[in-house]
């Protein structure tokens, strides 16, 4: 996604906890041309999202695309979840969104910018998926609030929108990519195979550009067709 953004123009910051991850990124889009840099960032603390936008608009002198993509998972059995992963899964997935959304929010508010803010979703957030309740559930919330927005600031001109990813595999979720869920999966899925992480740069693009001006409040999907597949 970043570096889709970056190759159509924008100077992106890479906002995360790790700087040696963000290293070979930075790197990719520079030598394609674009501009991106690290910020050190905890998603869920709002102080920190605060100053992390100080810098970012000391920097560039502005801000008005903003993508919400941290995120944590668990597979843990549901009668299993302690209170602890309760917790820091809708910390990182739920109250970051909403922080990174009332920061930045009040900032294109206040500005009277033209914003687009992108929402990373999730299919288990449409419909239930099995061995992921707590980050169903927390991505269900994400979903909500995302709408709730889109309608309170479209008549700013803000647009908020969901980005809902069928399955990537990913960091987060290769540990309950078994063979036999694998299959199912790609029984589920009209391409019959997994989406490619570039895959997601159109979407981004879209969502972020004056192209989408009349596009809020909006799920777009990004599935391979698996949502649209039952038996």
């Known amino acids: 996604m970043a570096e889709a953004l970056a190759a159509y123009g924008a100077k992106v910051a890479l906002v995360g906890r790790n700087a040696e991850k963000a290293a070979a990124r930075i790197e990719k889009i520079a030598k394609t041309g674009g501009v991106a840099w690290f910020e050190s960032c905890?998603?869920?603390?709002?102080?920190?999202?605060?100053?992390?936008?100080?810098?970012?608009?000391?920097?560039?002198?502005?801000?008005?695309?903003?993508?919400?993509?941290?995120?944590?998972?668990?597979?843990?059995?549901?009668?299993?979840?302690?209170?602890?992963?309760?917790?820091?899964?809708?910390?990182?997935?739920?109250?970051?969104?909403?922080?990174?959304?009332?920061?930045?929010?009040?900032?294109?508010?206040?500005n009277k910018i033209r914003a687009s803010i992108i929402n990373m979703g999730s299919e288990s957030g449409v419909v239930p998926l099995s061995r992921v309740f707590t980050y169903s559930a927390s991505k269900a919330a994400v979903h909500n609030i995302s709408k709730n927005l889109a309608r309170e600031w479209a008549p700013m001109g803000i647009r908020v929108n969901t980005l809902v990813p069928g399955f990537f595999p990913a960091e987060q979720n290769r540990k309950i990519l078994q063979p036999e869920r694998i299959e199912k999966i790609m029984a589920h899925t009209a391409m019959?195979?997994?989406?490619?992480?570039?895959?997601?740069?159109?979407?981004?693009?879209?969502?972020?550009?004056?192209?989408?001006?009349?596009?809020?409040?909006?799920?777009?999907?990004?599935?391979?067709?698996?949502?649209?597949?039952?038996?």
């Open 42 to 110: 905890n998603a869920d603390k709002k102080s920190e999202l605060e100053e992390l936008l100080k810098r970012v608009v000391a920097k560039e002198g502005r801000v008005d695309i903003l993508v919400n993509g941290a995120g944590v998972n668990s597979a843990t059995p549901f009668l299993d979840i302690p209170e602890e992963e309760i917790d820091r899964i809708f910390a990182v997935n739920v109250k970051g969104v909403m922080l990174a959304c009332q920061v930045f929010g009040r900032y294109f508010v206040e």
């Open 192 to 231: 019959g195979r997994f989406g490619e992480a570039h895959e997601l740069g159109g979407a981004t693009v879209l969502l972020a550009s004056d192209a989408a001006s009349f596009i809020t409040g909006s799920e777009l999907v990004v599935d391979g067709g698996y949502s649209a597949m039952t038996i």
